[in-house]
């Protein structure tokens, strides 16, 4: 064993990426495989790293040549950070790119959005909210558990970190991490499925679909005119426009804002970097250029991005995730029982969300299907299912509605998860 491990030179660096291709090999494969008509794609890398993850926790991994250093124990906080910063590396691009895809149509159907996108993205967070409330109020239950529960189901991690530092104050942030790694899986794979599923039970003509939600640029808007033609990337392919904006949504995601009397102390929320580039992407995106500097980023490199991106998003939170699970399980506390029952929770907190927004957005709004679909990725904050939507439904314009719905239930579910952990015991 010493000759082989010896015989390979590897450092934390390069046994991360080492593991991050071939989780994403695998993840890809079991994407790939239908049950009738039904695939994870993109989301088949998530599962295989959370399976990965918690494999590298057992402890007989040490005892085999080559694989032990791929264990991650107490003394491997450099493997997992290494995963870790490949997630983050991943979220901004993928966020950033669908900015940049949805940028040159938001702002100029922001009086539509005000009145439908965001009111849903608010309804699909309430409606989590108040089942999360609902299953706190149950007795040896309580708000840490519950909130870390909602923070899964919705997979925001802004919401897990305002809900982690409220209940630490009382001693419960555990509970908080324990019901996030319960219930975040379901969260990822519940919305995947759900877009898949939805088309099939409605027997929907995807064509018609599509073409109902393709988006016509107008002649004279900010994409045609005459400044922006004379504009110039300042690299074939525009990977300079692209770092503009994650330097500036890095920095506007990084603004915290207090939420309590404590201060900066206190709870505080802050775009992160999933709104921040967003929202950067999504302005420069709308403008186009700067003098003569363009902006927009070539479609077939966003597109790269964008699933590249969501690839390292999915397998930085599967090993994560894996190893969290595997921890917080050994560390609890509260038994078998506790565990099922968030993982039920999670599950209900995933589902009513997703049907009261159905019902709302094709009822009151009379959305049609993709445009539905599209807002209820964002309004569940789920960056997986746009992911899976832009394969079903085959074309970018989806991500417009993630986009509108996306922010505000951001903002709600942060605040959410603060509310409930602060004024339900």
Known sequence: ME??????SLKANTIVL???????????????????????????????????????????????????KFYIGESSDAVLDGYGFLGDIGLVLFVTAVGCIAGPNFFRNLKKNVKSYVPLGAVIIISGAIVAVLFALIPGIGSAFSTGILSGALTSTPAFSAAKQVAEASGQGGLVSLGQAIAYPFGVIGVVLFVQIM???????????????????????????????????????????????????????????????EGF??????????????????????????GRLNLRVPDKVVKVFREFGLMLFLLGAG???????????????????????????????????????????????????????????????STPALGTLIRVAGTDD???AYASTYPVALILVVLASNLIGTFIA
């Open 3 to 8: 000759f082989i491990n010896a015989l390979f």
């Open 18 to 68: 080492c593991g991050a291709f071939l989780v994403a090999f695998l993840g890809y494969a079991l994407g790939y495989v239908q049950v009738k008509g039904l695939s994870l794609g993109t989301a088949g890398v998530f599962l295989v790293a959370l399976l990965f993850g918690y494999l590298c926790t057992v402890p007989a991994l040490e005892n085999i040549p080559l694989l032990s």
């Open 199 to 261: 088309p099939r039970i409605l027997k929907a003509d995807i064509e018609k679909e599509r073409e109902a939600i393709r988006i016509v640029k107008p002649e004279g808007s900010a994409s045609g005119t005459k400044a922006e033609k004379k504009a110039e990337l300042l690299d074939e392919f525009g990977f300079a426009s692209f770092g503009i904006a994650v330097i500036f949504g890095i920095l506007l995601g990084a603004i915290k804002i207090p939420l309590t009397g």
């Open 265 to 290: 102390s206190g709870a505080c929320f802050s775009l992160g970097n999933t709104g921040g580039p967003l929202i950067v992407a999504l302005i420069c995106g709308h403008f186009g250029h700067i």
């Open 319 to 381: 090993v994560e995730g894996g190893v969290e699970l595997v921890a917080q399980i050994q560390a609890s506390e509260y038994g078998v029982m506790l565990i099922l029952y968030g993982f039920v929770a999670g599950v209900i907190m995933t589902i009513v969300p997703l049907i009261v927004g159905y019902i709302i957005a094709t009822k009151v709004f009379k959305f049609r299907l993709f445009d539905t679909l599209g807002a209820l990725t964002g309004g569940m904050t």
């Open 398 to 400: 989806v991500a417009a």
